[in-house]
Each structure stands twice: as structure tokens, then as C-alpha cells.
């Protein structure tokens, strides 16, 4: 089993910077990608950017510019560093981690979750 703990979000103006981490633990085999989503009230929910174990990213058109993703392999922890933020960016975050165990075997991993808020 392996837990995902998110922390950095909070509330912040138009125009302002969050960072967001995730570190993983527990029993860890590899991790593959791992990425972040994020669903606002009444929306499904949607990815903002992932990263694989060899550092190749993907981002949403909507934070392309905006948002950068990075990892920490050593330490399982993934950040995602939000710039110019938009009251259209407010949502709950969610980490993911794709793992695979000793047998090969993936699972799908999700955090808690932490709220970010954008005032405009």
C-alpha cells in the first residue's frame, strides 16, 4: 500500500504563486509517473500536469506557462509550482502516482486532496 500526502494549498490573489508537494510512502516498489489533477465544484475532474520517472512532463493547455511540474525520485515527492494564478485555477488538487510492484503489477495511488483559491 502506498499513502500520498499533499500540502501547499490555501487561498491566494489573482496574480499570486502556490507550490504545491506530494511526497509518497509506504510500501514502495516504483513509482512511474505521477502527476497532478485537479476537480472544481460541478466539473469532472481533469489533469493539470504529470511527470515520469525520467523527467518527461505533460501539461494541460489551460496552465501551459504557468504552472510547472518537477520530482524528487529520491526523496517520492512531486511538486507542481503555480505562477500567475486565475480565479478559473481554483479547485481541489489531487497527487496521483502510477506504481508498479515487485511482480509487475500497476496501481493507481491518490492523495487527500488540497483546496487552492484564487480571488480575483
Known amino acids: 500500500q502506498v499513502q500520498l500526502v499533499e500540502s501547499g494549498g490555501g487561498l491566494v490573489q489573482a496574480g499570486g504563486s502556490l507550490r504545491l508537494s506530494c511526497t509518497a510512502s509506504g510500501s514502495i516498489f516504483s513509482i512511474n509517473a505521477m502527476g497532478w489533477y485537479r476537480q472544481a465544484p460541478g466539473k469532472q475532474r481533469e489533469l493539470v500536469a504529470a511527470?515520469?520517472?525520467?523527467?518527461?512532463?505533460d501539461y494541460a493547455d489551460s496552465v501551459k506557462g504557468r504552472f510547472t511540474i518537477s520530482r524528487d525520485n529520491a526523496k517520492n515527492t512531486v511538486y507542481l509550482q503555480m505562477n500567475s494564478l486565475k480565479p478559473e485555477d481554483t479547485a481541489v488538487y489531487y497527487c496521483n502516482a502510477d506504481h508498479s510492484d515487485a511482480r509487475g503489477n500497476e496501481y493507481d495511488y491518490w492523495g487527500q486532496g488540497t483546496q487552492v483559491t484564487v480571488s480575483s
Open positions: 511527470i515520469t520517472s525520467g523527467g518527461s512532463t
